[in-house]
């Protein structure tokens, strides 16, 4: 049974910084792409940063870029969410995934078409 637990979530201040992880099981997780995804309220699920195999090829929206990384460890089966400098409008509840295919084929799939999600952990930023 696979399973993806993210923890790391909470309330925090703007400018804050925070990691998120997600802990993986049952499957070979270096075989796997791994990617962040967010939902705020009334928003669609956002693709925010992802990871592929190796940890060779990466991806950060343009809306993270700069204070957002994205980290695994093969070694742990464990993948990360690096937040800086936090913003309000970063508030969302943030869900761990994980896809066999690609980086770049991963990128381009709908929520429904994604392998593994984690149950998903809340993010508050206040002002």
């Known amino acids: 049974q696979v399973q993806l637990v993210e923890s790391g979530g909470g309330l925090v201040q703007a400018a804050d910084s925070l990691r998120l992880s997600c802990a993986v099981s049952?499957?070979?997780?270096?075989?796997?792409?791994v990617g962040w995804f967010r939902q705020a309220p009334g928003k669609d699920r956002e693709f925010i940063g992802g990871?592929?195999?190796?940890?060779?090829?990466?991806y950060l929206a343009d809306s993270v870029k700069g204070r957002f990384t994205v980290s695994r460890d093969n070694a742990n089966n464990t993948f990360y969410l690096h937040m800086s400098s936090l913003k309000p409008e970063d508030t969302a509840v943030y869900f761990c995934?994980?896809?066999?295919?690609?980086?770049?084929?991963?990128?381009?799939?709908?929520?429904?078409?994604?392998?593994?999600w984690g149950k998903g952990t809340q993010v508050t930023v206040s002002s």
């Open positions: 049952g499957l070979i997780f270096r075989a796997y792409t």
């Open positions: 990871i592929g195999w190796s940890g060779g090829n990466s």
């Open positions: 995934a994980c896809d066999s295919r690609h980086l770049y084929q991963v990128r381009g799939l709908r929520d429904q078409d994604i392998e593994f």
